[in-house]
Nanobody
């Protein structure tokens, strides 16, 4: 599987964006999917993941209550709905596959199938 993140753009503080994670050949139904971001000057940060099967989800404190990860089985994609965006959410967002637990989603080294990310810029 080779994942691709899309849907980024420029948005004002307080605005919303929805990112999409997909693969051109395979359904993502059987894969745990996580979202990461790389903020300028910082290490890649794990922000959320969703497990295959029961769809358990985990969130970093920095996005809890503002971001929602979900899976659309009919479209075979995973979404990241981002609301109440802040300037500090600016960065390149990636999706990847790997173990989805409350601990592992914060560890980029545990994930694979990174594709090109999508730029999110929050600015007035």
């Amino acid at each position: 599987v080779q994942l691709q993140a899309s849907g980024g753009g420029l948005v004002q503080p307080g605005g919303s964006l929805r990112l999409t994670c997909s693969d051109s050949r395979f359904s993502l139904d059987d894969y745990n999917i996580a979202w990461f971001r790389r903020v300028p000057g910082k290490e890649r940060e794990g922000i959320t993941c969703i497990s295959s099967g029961v769809g358990a989800t985990y969130y970093a404190d920095s996005v809890k209550g503002r971001f929602t990860i979900s899976r659309d089985r009919t479209k075979k994609t995973v979404y990241l709905q981002m609301t109440s965006l802040k300037t500090e959410d600016t960065g390149v967002y990636y999706c990847a596959t790997g173990p989805c637990t409350s601990y592992t989603f914060t560890r980029p080294s545990q994930y694979r199938a990174w594709g090109q990310g999508t730029q999110v810029t929050v600015s007035s």
